[in-house]
């Protein structure tokens, strides 16, 4: 439905402007809302302007643009997020899109729109969504936009089902490849398989972080935004050892890289194993439940904030179900139940010895 004196600025927003003459002929704009109240205010701007009356327009305050609010978001991210170098590459592409527009005239469905353009996988799509989302919701708290469109754009299910973990054939054939090409790196391989420590974790770690007496390193931001401490067994301890000889002068753990990145891609290659760095992580949890670890213990080392995830690795551990529900039998004890499970045990036995006979 259109009519003469009013427009979207934005077309498909649903919200309506007016452009009318006052009674001194000067020509004005003013934001309204919908089309029928775009209709209403017309008709009353226009009898103001034969009554000679000057209109009191409400004064608008200039929108603030994305690239302006993102500035908050990212000055947030250098401060609380271990993030905060991806949220800058990630930023970058949403200004290209959107950068000099108006915060608030950005629409759910555009944001989407351009997201289906980059054909992401749904972890991609969730990471900028979440970024979108940060960007808002700051700029709401400081009173620079009123809604946040992130909220209506679709949260893609990720799939995280599927678990890979280095076998011990698959570790012998890396450790060959590593310890004749690149044996220096041999025990950022020892620290991640015996600490579980994320990627962005290890290689951000400082020699001020690692308690050798008391055998922890901590982790000042962890993913979760708080201070972590992670315990150092025997073969940790050894890796800590190795690349402080190495790195000594350096500030850093693993001597400054951002990422192992220039060794690790080319020594599973090398090796012919499909794999990632972010999969010792998976190796430490499964090698953890496979030693006999509850999974609340897998979960504190992992520092998950709930079981969900590790809920992945109770199939390698089958027998920690058994063993809960027969400690219970244990504490409250039928002495029916027993002697009937023993005859029936029997009966069962004989019967498979009539069989094989």
């Not at 935004?225 to 002068?249: F, I, Q």
Request: proline content about 4%.
């Amino acid at each position: 439905m259109k009519q003469r004196g009013i427009f979207e600025k934005l077309s498909g927003s649903g919200e309506c402007w007016i452009r009318f003459a006052d009674s001194t002929g000067r020509i004005r704009r003013e934001k309204v809302g919908t089309f029928e109240e775009a209709q209403a205010r017309l008709a009353l701007r226009k009898q103001e302007a034969k009554l000679g009356a000057q209109p009191r327009l409400s004064r608008q305050r200039r929108s603030a643009s994305l690239r302006k609010i993102a500035e908050d978001a990212l000055a947030y991210a250098d401060e609380h997020k271990r993030s905060a170098r991806n949220d800058h590459s990630r930023m970058e592409k949403l200004l290209e899109w959107f950068g000099d527009r108006a915060a608030d005239s950005i629409t759910p469905q555009e944001i989407e729109r351009r997201f289906q353009m980059e054909k992401w996988t749904a972890a991609t799509w969730n990471r900028y969504r979440a970024l979108v989302s940060l960007t808002y919701r700051l700029a709401i708290r400081s009173g620079k936009v009123k809604e946040n469109p992130a909220r209506l754009v679709q949260h893609k299910t990720e799939n995280n089902c599927r678990l890979r973990f280095l076998s011990p054939k698959e570790e012998e054939k890396l450790r060959v490849v590593i310890r004749e090409k690149l044996p220096e790196h041999e025990p950022e391989l020892d620290l991640a398989l015996h600490t579980g420590l994320r990627q962005g974790e290890q290689y951000a770690a400082r020699w001020p972080d690692v308690d050798f007496e008391r055998r922890i390193l901590t982790i000042p931001l962890d993913k979760g935004g708080k201070t972590s401490h992670v315990p150092l067994n025997a073969a940790a301890l050894r890796a800590l050892l190795d690349l402080r000889r190495r790195h000594a002068s350096s500030g850093f753990v693993c001597g400054g890289a951002p990422s192992p990145r220039h060794w690790f891609e080319a020594a599973v290659k090398t090796a012919k194993i499909g794999f990632t760095w972010h999969c010792l992580r998976h190796t430490f949890a499964s090698r953890l439940v496979m030693s006999g670890a509850d999974l609340r213990t897998v979960a504190e080392l992992l520092r998950d904030k709930t079981l969900a995830m590790v809920m992945r690795y109770s199939h390698l551990a089958p027998d920690y179900k058994l063993a809960a529900v027969e400690r219970m039998a244990t504490s409250f004890p039928d002495s029916k139940t027993d002697t009937k499970l023993t005859l029936a045990l029997e009966e069962q036995s004989s019967s498979e010895e009539q069989i094989v006979q």
